[in-house]
């Protein structure tokens, strides 16, 4: 068995089923997602009620817990399964930040509790989060597979569980999550994992919101000896390093990729639809010979892209842990095409917007972010070249 586990037939969910879990998810999204993409863009805005939509998943498996085991309620998918369920997300919803929230929640935080929580924590958990009635949440600090960075948030132990003293912003998911999984450092050495409830005493919320994936929910959140039950243990005491943050980091260079695979092939089919539109010194701009090739490379790119990020979440599939090379550079590549296709279809639209919701102007703003998190290239080409060099 993997770390995911076999993924059972679901009838939806079979091999080589990937075609129509992604066109599920993009008819769904399209039609429950998109209408308010902008808006809520505009507005900084949340609405649980798309988010437990999408977790009902219309007639195939809930995007909220695709990778929990149906015996647990969930899916029952497999991970490349689960990508094609969110690159179908990206492309219906065109809505980056809403796609993140949703990762942050069915994979970041899901999958860890899935593989390292106790058995308590998976029966508490995992149905409840595969349903969307509980939503998790995570700093995106916690998922840069840095483990020798200074760790945020201390923890000391005391009798029946431990205290948790620290900050962390970049919380996705924090001003409506059940609980959160954070990462902490301890006296003696070494780092543990824990799932703290959003009720727990000693925690609070605060606004920290970065200017892009605005339809997010960003939050910051301050631990003042927060109390963690034993039982909120991911892993072992002390093995976070090990355990935990390793497999954060390549679920986060995977999954977070794979939504924006959807975007770019939206933006690369509004570019075209730009193309047959728009006239330039009277003569359509189609048949400009650098546009034509513009919208081969844009093409080209998105298909690249798609076939890289699957092959990482093959890993997740085929072996226990999935190679950190092939998530790395999954996750180097999507940022680098979904940066390039943004600003190029940016530049075709020019102030124009044919969806009429710029699409185009959004994404270039939110791929620069998605380009920073994840480690960016400091952390993301080291990891590439020592495997290369086989040095880890």
């Not at 079979?14 to 809520?40: I, Y």
């Not at 899935?114 to 600090?141: C, H, N, Q």
């Not at 948790?164 to 998911?173: K, S, W």
């Not at 080209?300 to 892209?305: F, N, S």
Request: with cysteine; charged share 20%.
């Amino acid at each position: 068995m993997t770390l995911l586990d076999a993924p059972v037939d679901t009838g939806t969910g079979t091999v080589g089923a990937e075609p129509l879990l992604a066109e599920g998810a993009r008819r769904l999204a399209d039609r429950v997602v998109r209408p308010s993409a902008a808006p809520r863009d505009r507005d900084r805005g949340w609405d649980p009620e798309l988010f437990s939509e999408l977790a009902g998943g219309g007639p195939g498996p809930g995007l909220a817990g695709p990778l929990v085991p149906l015996t647990r309620g969930g899916g029952g998918l497999s991970a490349t399964q689960t990508c094609a369920l969110l690159e179908g997300l990206g492309e219906g919803s065109r809505d980056p930040g809403l796609a993140l929230a949703v990762v942050v929640h069915a994979v970041l935080v899901t999958v860890p509790l899935r593989a390292f929580g106790t058995e308590t924590i998976k029966l508490d958990y995992l149905p409840r989060m595969a349903s969307g009635e509980w939503v998790g949440g995570l700093s995106l600090r916690q998922t840069q597979g840095t483990a020798q960075a200074p760790a945020a948030v201390a923890a000391r132990p005391v009798p029946g569980g431990w205290l948790l003293r620290g900050e962390l912003d970049l919380v996705a998911g924090a001003p409506v999550a059940h609980h959160l999984l954070v990462v902490a450092a301890l006296d003696g050495g070494g780092r543990t994992a824990f799932v703290v409830d959003r009720e727990a005493d000693g925690l609070e919320v605060g606004e920290g919101e970065p200017t892009a994936m605005r339809t997010c929910p960003w939050g910051r959140v301050v631990l003042n000896d927060c109390f963690a039950p034993d039982r909120a243990v991911l892993g072992t005491v002390g093995g976070a390093a090990d355990e935990v943050e390793p497999l954060l980091a390549v679920l986060d260079w995977t999954f977070t990729s794979a939504p924006w695979i959807g975007v770019m092939r939206a933006l690369a089919r509004e570019a075209v639809g730009t193309a047959r539109e728009r006239r330039l010194f009277g003569r359509p701009l189609a048949h400009d010979q650098t546009v034509r090739f513009t919208l081969a490379d844009l093409s080209i790119r998105v298909e690249l892209a798609s076939e890289v990020v699957r092959r990482a979440a093959a890993g997740f599939d085929a072996a226990d842990r999935p190679s950190r090379r092939d998530a790395a550079s999954a996750r180097l590549f999507a940022a680098s095409a979904a940066r390039d296709i943004a600003e190029r279809a940016a530049h075709l639209s020019g102030p124009f917007a044919p969806s009429g919701d710029d699409l185009a102007g959004r994404a270039h703003r939110d791929a620069l972010f998605f380009s920073a998190t994840g480690g960016g290239t400091e952390v993301l080409r080291p990891v590439i070249a020592a495997s290369l060099l086989e040095l880890g």
